[in-house]
């Protein structure tokens, strides 16, 4: 069983930065491949980042591609998500999510296991 906290979140203005932290425990971090996804009001959830057990590669979703960068600490078993250059559509409830099974995946239903999320909302 692995449990997931997310912190970081806020209200930020547009142009603005947030780092998002993702804390696990109950299962071996770097057996894990990370992702981030988000999800707003009335909106499905979206795939965010990824990156795989190692840290060594990284996956972006095109809206947050060169704005966003997705890292891992396995020694501090955490994930985290620099924004920067935040807009408002970029308001949304935030989760980081484990995937057990593949190096990397963009698709929810690969994740096992799930934060509560953190709320991020960017004023314009």
């Known amino acids: 069983q692995v449990q997931l906290v997310e912190s970081g979140g806020g209200l930020v203005q547009a142009g603005g930065s947030l780092r998002l932290s993702c804390a696990a425990s109950?299962?071996?971090?770097?057996?894990?491949?990370m992702g981030w996804f988000r999800q707003a009001p009335g909106k499905e959830r979206e795939f965010v980042a990824a990156?795989?057990?190692?840290?060594?590669?990284?996956y972006y979703a095109d809206s947050v591609k060169g704005r966003f960068t997705i890292s891992r600490d396995n020694a501090k078993n955490t994930v985290y998500l620099q924004m920067n250059s935040l807009k408002p559509e970029d308001t949304a409830k935030y989760y980081c999510?484990?995937?057990?099974?593949?190096?990397?995946?963009?698709?929810?239903?690969?994740?096992?296991?799930w934060g509560q999320g953190t709320q991020v909302t960017v004023s314009s």
């Open positions: 999510a484990a995937n057990q099974e593949y190096s990397h995946s963009t698709e929810f239903r690969h994740y096992n296991y």
């Open positions: 990156i795989n057990r190692s840290g060594g590669r990284t």
């Open positions: 109950g299962r071996t971090f770097s057996s894990d491949a």
